[in-house]
């Protein structure tokens, strides 16, 4: 067998020269970007026994942190995907005046420092706030609590998944929807059968997106999260705690259960995404 048979090629043929130099550069800007923080956290880590390592993973100042941190970036990203989805059908398939002002609104949070978002969220959501003088009557109170963490997240969050399915739903072809309707489709039918299906990749990998970026937030949450333990300190917090107290290797050891947690997560996840187009690439 010839060596440039396909069953051995390395790589497809390109006329625009520079595989090697653009491999290796790729492989070295990943390796110093990626690879090698990572790998000094768990040589960090190593230095624990497994003993100290599992008492400072499951005390439960740490479990509430994780749990507070993971469970309310589920919840968050959960709430993304609904809004953010209502939210490019409009920016999509309706006109209106000041729709590209709209539109541009979207990707504030990716411009504003988390700081600033925070210190804004809390203002506006304290008892004494705009929103939250509102909602205190009703004994709702949104700053220094679990929900406060939880404003903040979606707010962060909304962008990834508005981004990411906003161009599917432009390329979908309405005739596909036109035509459903003339077969006696109603509404909620064509969204289901029709719309639904086609986008839910993308839906998938917008919740991927906004479930990571919660998670690792910081900025945004420690000023309106009100950080009591047991209450409402989230992971990150725990950790910046610990590297103060110049205890490092307890930080890194519970950043490294929220690497491994998170990396288990959005694996599940985007295998679900793969399943997904599967699915739909079968049922085209």
């Keep these: 067998m010839s060596a440039s048979s396909p069953r051995f090629a390395f790589r497809q043929q390109s006329v625009i020269p520079g595989f090697g130099l653009t491999m290796g550069l790729t492989l070295t800007w990943l390796g110093l970007i990626v690879l090698l923080p990572l790998s000094a956290l768990f040589i960090k880590t190593s230095e624990l026994t497994f003993e100290r390592f599992i008492d400072i993973v499951t005390a439960a100042r740490t479990l509430h942190a994780l749990q507070v941190s993971f469970g309310l970036a589920l919840v968050a990203a959960l709430v993304n995907v609904v809004f953010g989805a209502i939210v490019v059908w409009v920016l999509v398939r309706y006109e209106f005046p000041f729709k590209k002002v709209v539109d541009a609104l979207i990707d504030i949070p990716f411009a504003l420092p988390t700081a600033v978002a925070g210190i804004a969220l809390t203002a506006l959501y304290a008892e004494n706030g705009w929103v939250g003088s509102l909602l205190a009557p009703l004994g709702i109170k949104v700053s220094f609590t679990p929900l406060g963490i939880v404003v903040a997240l979606v707010f962060i969050g909304l962008p990834f998944v508005v981004r990411t399915v906003q161009p599917v739903l432009a390329d979908l072809d309405q005739e596909l929807e036109e035509a459903a309707a003339s077969l006696g489709a109603t509404r909620t039918q064509t969204l289901v059968k029709v719309v639904l299906p086609s986008i839910w990749p993308a839906l998938l990998t917008g919740f991927a997106l906004a479930f990571a970026r919660a998670?690792?937030?910081?900025?945004?949450?420690?000023?309106?999260?009100?950080?009591?333990?047991?209450?409402?300190?989230?992971?990150?917090?725990?950790?910046?705690?610990?590297?103060?107290?110049?205890?490092?290797?307890?930080?890194?050891?519970?950043?490294?259960?929220?690497?491994?947690?998170?990396?288990?997560?959005?694996?599940?996840i985007n295998r679900l995404q793969r399943w997904a187009e599967l699915r739909g690439s079968r049922n085209a």
């Design 215 to 268: 998670v690792g937030e910081y900025g945004s949450v420690i000023f309106i999260a009100g950080n009591l333990p047991g209450v409402s300190e989230i992971a990150p917090l725990l950790i910046v705690i610990r590297l103060e107290e110049f205890r490092y290797a307890d930080a890194t050891a519970i950043a490294t259960v929220m690497l491994v947690a998170s990396f288990l997560l959005l694996l599940i």
